[in-house]
């Protein structure tokens, strides 16, 4: 059974950052693609950032500031968001497929608010 754990959520103040860390049972090797949703209320889940083997792929709303990277000997996919806006505001979720398989986190909320 594939599990993904998330940490690193929380409150931050709008122009702050925060890592997010997904920790993956078993090795990275086994996924085709890995990433980080969020869902706002009221708005359908939307893509933040895609790695898919060393090619990364973002949202159009993370470019720029977000950055997404991986640890095959941890097992981890971080999430490192830097000048933080209201707007990031939501539940981010880690995602993993495996040749068509998708697995979620329960993902962790991060709120950007003075």
């Known amino acids: 059974q594939v599990q993904l754990v998330e940490s690193g959520g929380g409150l931050v103040q709008p122009g702050g950052s925060l890592r997010l860390s997904c920790v993956v049972s078993?090795?990275?090797?086994?996924?085709?693609?890995m990433g980080w949703y969020r869902q706002t209320p009221g708005k359908q889940r939307e893509l933040v950032a895609l790695?898919?083997?060393?090619?990364?792929n973002y949202g159009d709303s993370a470019k720029g500031r977000f950055t997404i990277s991986r640890d095959n000997a941890k097992s981890t996919v971080v999430l490192q968001m830097s000048s933080l806006k209201p707007e990031d505001t939501g539940v981010y979720s880690c995602?993993?497929?495996?040749?068509?398989?998708?697995?979620w986190g329960q993902g962790t909320q991060v709120t950007v608010s003075s």
């Open positions: 078993g090795s990275l090797f086994d996924f085709n693609a």
């Open positions: 790695i898919i083997g060393g090619t990364t």
């Open positions: 995602y993993a497929d495996q040749l068509g398989r998708v697995y």
